[in-house]
């Protein structure tokens, strides 16, 4: 659990409930989302923090070129993530940021852009996957010249046509300034 988690874990110690009780014992702070992911790998143990995060970093870190992952993210959530937004207090536009705020999450916005942030992670990473197959398997070691994205790294080649519209822009603008000095 992050370190900020230290205030549920007193709250669970403190609790009337034996289980509750056992289950604060049992939880440490301050461990980061990766080590705690790679600890739950190797020690069949949990860790906690933000689900939508936890998701992401599996997507990203922890899938197989298949799509699969030996790590589970539960249903329900242990504990929510607020979130605030610092705004003077008697602001005139905080009715409508109010406003838009519901009009995103009632349209469902934020669920699309999350599964779709998702998706391509998903993708991104298979392809990572399979790239580091494919080179283990032939032997060669990894390309440089392509990076995590999978986007080819941009060379004189990919910008010579905007470079040659560029100089030609600037001798047309020095041709049209030369005729109005004279």
Known sequence: MPTYGAEHQK?????????LRSLGGLMKTGISLIE???????????????????????????T???GSTRLYVSRGSVFSTPCGW????????????????VAILEA?????????????????????????????????????EIHEDGLPALTINHTQGAFIIFLLG??????VFSTELL
């Not at 669970?12 to 289980?19: E, H, R, T």
Request: hydrophobic residues 30%.
């Open 86 to 101: 610092p705004i003077p207090h008697d602001a005139p536009y905080k009715a409508q940021l109010n406003w838009l705020i």
């Open 170 to 175: 600037l001798a047309i603008a020095t041709l």
């Open 64 to 66: 197989e070129a298949d």
């Open 11 to 19: 709250f669970y110690c403190q609790s009337d409930s034996p289980l």
């Open 108 to 144: 469902g916005l934020y669920d699309k852009w999350t599964a779709d942030l998702m998706r391509e992670t998903q993708h991104r990473s298979q392809r990572r996957q399979r790239q580091r197959q494919s080179a283990d398997s032939q032997g060669q070691p990894e390309s440089r």
């Open 36 to 62: 705690g992911l790679k600890r739950a790998l190797v020690r069949n143990a949990g860790h906690l923090d933000p689900k939508k995060y936890i998701r992401y970093k599996i997507l990203d870190e922890f």
